[in-house]
C-alpha cells in the first residue's frame, strides 16, 4: 500500500481525552475516531489490526472445532423475558421498538438466541457436541464507556456456544476452548493469566477469565506465586492467617463479659479505633444490607473490606444493596454507626471467618454512641453462617498452599463460562439419546472482546515513540522509505522494493508522500510496524539498505540486492 492512497490521520499532540496510552495512541496514530462516548469508527490501519486480531481467533476457532455463523443483532425482547434476562441486564442493554411497538433489543451478548436455535435445530446426540461461534458487534449501555475501545458501547466480541450431550463433553468443550484462548493471546502478543472467575449475570457453574496484567485494568485479581492459584478479586478466597493472635488473648477475654463503652459520635471503624485507643483489626464492622427483600448482617474484621460478589453467593440472593439509615434503625434500634451482633436478632447474620477467629472483639452496641468491648463470638452472638465474605488484600495466606497471594490489576480480554443447563432449561433446548430418553443440552460459552484485545495489544507494546506492533497483528509488517523523494535514483530504487518486498510475501506501506524526512521517521515510529526499510543518499552509494527492528530499535544496513535484504528481514525472528 502506498501512503497517500490509505488514510492515516496521524496526530502531533496527545488528545486531551484519553486517560491511556493504548487510547492516546489509537487516536494519536490514526487507528480510530470517536463518533459519540464509546462509539469508534475504525480507520483504515485500525481495520487491519482489528481484521488480523480477528483471523487469528478465528483461525483457532476453527482449529478448535467451532463452527462459523452470523446472528442477529437485533433481538426480539420476548428472548430476553423468556430467560429472566430481560430484568437482570438493565438499563446495560439497548432497548427499541419496531414500527409495530414490538419491543426489541441491541444484542449485548447472544446465550438467548443460539439457545432458541439449538432448541429448534438439535434433535439427536448424533449431532453432538457442537460449537457455534461468530464474531459480531456487541452493545451494551455501559455506565461508564472508557479508555477508548477498552470499555465501549458498540465493540466486536468473538463469542462461541457449546452444546454437549453430557457434563463430561461439557468439560472437554471447555477445555478446547481454555486451551484455544491461550494459543490466541499467545499469538497477538499477549502474556495473559487465567483467573477463576464469578459467573455474575451469565449464570453456570464455573468460569475463567483471561487477564491481561496492566496497571491501567478494571478488575483486580490475587494470584499466588507458588502454586500458580489466580482468581477475581470478586471471588478470590485467603486462608486465615495462622498465629495472628496471641494464644493467652483468648485466655483473658474468657474471664470476663462484654461491657458497654461511650463512644460519642464515634461512628466509623478509624474513629472508634482512635478514640479506643485501638488497632482497626480488634473491632467489627456490622453492615447490613437488604438482600432480595430479606434485611440480613454481614460482620466482617475492622481492617478487612467487604465482598459484595461473595456475600451475594453466600446469602444465594439476586440483588444485594446496603440498607438504608431507616431500615437499620429500624432493624438495630440505633442510627447508622452502632450496628452489632449482640442482642441482634431481628436479622441473619453471616459472619466471616476471621471475624470467628478474633480471641475478642468490640462492637457497635446496637445504642446511640455506644460499642461493646470483649465480645466473643459464639458466646456473645451466634452467626446463621459462616462465610468468607472478605475482599482478599496483597500478602494474604493462599487458600491452596498457605503461599503468599499478589494482588494487581488486569484487563480482562476473555472469559469462558461453563453454563450448565440454565438456558436449555429456559427454551427447552433437548436432545433424544441412544436409548430415546430426551434430556437437556449442556452448555457453555466462551467471550473474547476482540476490540478489547486489539487494545490491550497496544497498552502492552509501545514506548515513547509510538506503538510496538507485533508481527502477526501489525497492519502494515514493512514500513518502506526513500529519505530524498526529489532523487528519482531512491525513488526508482524504493519503487523496486516495494514490489520485491510484496512479491516476498510481505505486508508494506510505501511512505511515498512528499514529507520532510523527520515527520516520515516520527510518523514510522508512531504506528509502530515492525520492520523499517530506508533507502538514503548516503547509504545506498556504497550499495546499502538500512533496516531497523522497531521494537529494539536495532539498525543494520543490508546489500541492496532483494535475497540479502529479504533474508535480512526473515532474520529479526519474523
Ligand atoms: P467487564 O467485566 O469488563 O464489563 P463482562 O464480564 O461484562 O466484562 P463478558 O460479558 O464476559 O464481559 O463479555 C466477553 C468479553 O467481551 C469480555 O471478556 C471483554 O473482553 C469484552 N467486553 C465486555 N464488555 C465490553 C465493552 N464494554 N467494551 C469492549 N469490550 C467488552
Ligand atoms: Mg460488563
Redesign the pocket.
Known amino acids: 500500500m502506498r501512503w497517500s492512497k490509505t488514510f492515516i490521520p496521524t496526530l502531533r499532540e496527545n488528545p486531551a481525552e484519553a486517560e491511556t496510552v493504548s487510547h492516546q495512541l489509537m487516536l494519536r496514530a490514526g487507528l480510530m475516531r470517536k463518533l459519540a462516548s464509546g462509539l469508534y469508527t475504525y480507520l483504515p490501519l485500525g481495520w487491519r489490526f482489528i481484521r488480523k486480531v480477528e483471523q487469528i481467533i478465528r483461525e483457532e476457532m476453527d482449529r478448535a472445532g467451532a463452527i462459523e455463523v452470523m446472528m442477529p443483532m437485533l433481538h426480539p425482547l420476548e428472548l430476553w423475558e423468556h430467560s429472566g434476562r430481560a430484568k437482570v441486564m438493565g438499563p446495560e442493554m439497548m432497548r427499541l421498538h419496531d414500527r409495530n411497538a414490538r419491543g426489541f433489543v441491541l444484542g449485548p451478548?447472544h446465550e438467548e438466541i443460539i439457545t432458541a436455535l439449538a432448541a429448534g435445530e438439535i434433535r439427536s446426540y448424533k449431532q453432538l457436541p457442537i460449537n457455534f461461534y461468530q464474531i459480531a458487534n456487541k452493545f451494551?449501555d455501559?455506565i461508564r464507556p472508557r479508555f477508548g475501545?477498552?470499555?465501549?458501547?458498540e465493540?466486536i466480541?468473538k463469542d462461541a456456544y457449546s452444546f454437549d450431550a453430557d457434563d463430561t463433553g461439557a468439560n472437554k468443550s471447555y477445555q478446547m476452548m481454555f486451551d484455544a484462548y491461550k494459543r490466541i493471546f499467545n499469538r497477538c502478543g499477549l502474556t495473559t493469566v487465567a483467573v477463576e472467575a464469578d459467573t455474575?449475570a451469565?449464570g453456570g457453574s464455573f468460569s475463567h477469565?483471561f487477564m491481561v496484567p496492566a496497571e491501567i485494568g478494571?478488575?483486580r485479581m490475587a494470584v499466588c506465586s507458588q502454586c500458580g492459584y489466580a482468581a477475581n478479586l470478586e471471588k478470590a478466597e485467603s486462608a486465615l492467617m495462622e498465629n495472628e493472635w496471641d494464644t493467652h488473648l483468648f485466655d483473658i477475654a474468657k474471664k470476663t463479659t462484654y461491657q458497654e463503652v461511650d463512644t460519642p459520635n464515634m461512628r466509623s471503624i478509624e474513629d472508634v479505633s482512635r478514640f479506643l485507643n485501638v488497632q482497626p483489626k480488634q473491632l467489627v464492622k456490622t453492615l447490613i444490607y437488604l438482600a432480595d427483600t430479606q434485611v440480613i448482617a454481614a460482620l466482617i474484621r475492622g481492617d478487612h473490606q467487604i465482598n459484595e460478589s461473595k456475600l451475594k453467593k453466600a446469602v444465594g440472593c439476586e440483588t444485594l444493596t446496603l440498607a438504608t439509615p431507616e431500615t437499620i434503625e429500624s432493624v438495630t434500634q440505633a442510627p447508622v454507626g452502632f450496628a452489632g451482633p449482640v442482642g441482634l436478632t431481628a436479622v441473619p447474620i453471616i459472619a466471616d471467618p476471621a471475624v470467628m477467629a478474633m480471641p475478642s472483639m468490640i462492637t457497635g452496641g446496637n445504642k446511640i454512641d455506644t460499642h461493646l468491648l470483649n465480645v466473643i463470638p459464639n458466646r456473645d452472638f451466634k452467626p446463621a453462617k459462616i462465610a468468607d465474605i472478605r475482599v482478599v488484600t496483597q500478602g494474604d495466606r493462599c487458600v491452596n498452599c498457605q503461599g503468599t497471594l499478589t494482588v494487581s490489576y488486569g484487563i480482562?480480554?476473555?472469559?469462558c463460562f461453563k453454563l450448565g443447563t440454565k438456558y436449555s432449561e429456559a427454551f427447552h433446548a433437548t436432545y433424544l439419546d441412544a436409548e430415546g430418553k430426551e434430556n437437556l443440552l449442556i452448555m457453555g460459552c466462551y467471550?473474547?472482546?476482540v476490540?478489547?484485545?486489539a487494545a490491550a495489544i497496544i497498552e502492552c507494546n509501545n514506548d515513547k515513540d509510538g506503538i510496538i506492533f507485533p508481527w502477526s497483528v501489525a497492519p502494515y509488517q514493512i514500513y518502506l522509505m526513500a529519505v530524498n523523494p526529489s532523487n528519482s535514483e531512491l525513488v526508482q530504487l524504493a519503487e523496486k522494493f516495494y514490489i520485491v518486498l510484496r512479491d516476498a510475501g510481505f505486508e508494506v506501506i510505501y511512505d511515498d508522500r512528499n514529507e520532510r524526512p523527520g515527520v516520515k521517521f516520527k510518523d514510522a515510529d508512531l504506528l509502530g510496524f515492525p520492520i523499517r526499510v530506508i533507502i538514503g543518499d548516503k547509504n545506498i552509494k556504497q550499495g546499502l539498505i538500512e533496516v531497523t527492528e522497531r521494537r529494539t530499535k536495532q539498525t543494520r544496513l543490508v546489500q541492496k540486492n532483494p535475497e540479502t535484504l529479504i533474508s535480512a528481514i526473515k532474520q529479526y525472528g519474523v
Open positions: 451478548t451494551r455501559e475501545v477498552m470499555r465501549a458501547r465493540f466480541m455474575g451469565m477469565e478494571e478488575d480482562e480480554v476473555g472469559h467471550g473474547i472482546g476490540t478489547r484485545t
